[in-house]
């Protein structure tokens, strides 16, 4: 891993540049996702290029990781990122991280043939730490990181989607 005290140099000018100037923490990021035939689709995020597909089975090319993979690839990387910020942050030693996320769903949803909702019916993640640390100090650690962790707020917060549509041409009524 890299050296702690790197990290925590680095997130603590962050939270004293934000400390000073408050509306800096205020972001809006954006993906734009293209999808010019099949089912293969090309995200664009600031710099990161990346390919998202369907399995053969379902139509797509399998030329990529589905939109699954890349949501419980978020979550496990968002906490793992995480913990290893706040060990640092808190001056707690770790040798490695792993976190695997495992989500339960009714692809049935996803089709429109049951009347299962397309979403999770439920999220686990298993989190490994090596650290010489005493127990308390880890889990006190990884309560601090859970408690701040922008995917998992997001998995226990409902949020309104708001869509907006511009149609740049149309075929003749008919």
């Known amino acids: 891993m ?10 603590m000018r962050s939270e004293d540049k934000i400390r000073a100037q ?27 290029n990346l390919t998202a597909d369907m399995r053969k ?3 797509g090319r399998n030329s990529g990781p589905d939109p699954g993979v890349f949501g419980r690839a978020a979550i496990s990387s968002c906490l793992a990122i995480g913990y290893a910020t706040w060990f640092a942050r808190l001056d707690v030693p770790v040798d490695h991280i792993e976190v695997e996320v495992a989500a339960d769903f ?3 949803g996803v089709l429109g043939t049951s009347d299962s909702a397309a979403n999770y ?9 090596d650290s010489p640390a005493a127990e308390s100090e880890i ?6 990181a859970d408690a701040h962790s922008p995917w998992l ?8 989607p708001r869509r907006a549509v511009q149609i740049t041409s149309r075929g ?3």
């Open 2 to 11: 890299k050296d702690p005290a790197e990290i925590k140099a680095a997130i």
């Open 22 to 48: 408050p509306t800096i923490g205020h972001l809006t990021k954006t993906s734009k996702a293209t999808v010019s035939g099949g089912l293969t689709c090309e995200i664009e995020d600031g710099p990161w």
């Open 57 to 59: 089975s379902l139509g």
């Open 106 to 108: 009714d692809y049935g």
């Open 121 to 129: 019916s439920q999220l686990r993640y298993s989190v490994s730490i």
């Open 139 to 144: 889990i006190k650690v990884l309560d601090w």
């Open 153 to 160: 707020s997001n998995m226990k917060t409902a949020l309104t």
């Open 172 to 174: 003749e009524a008919g």
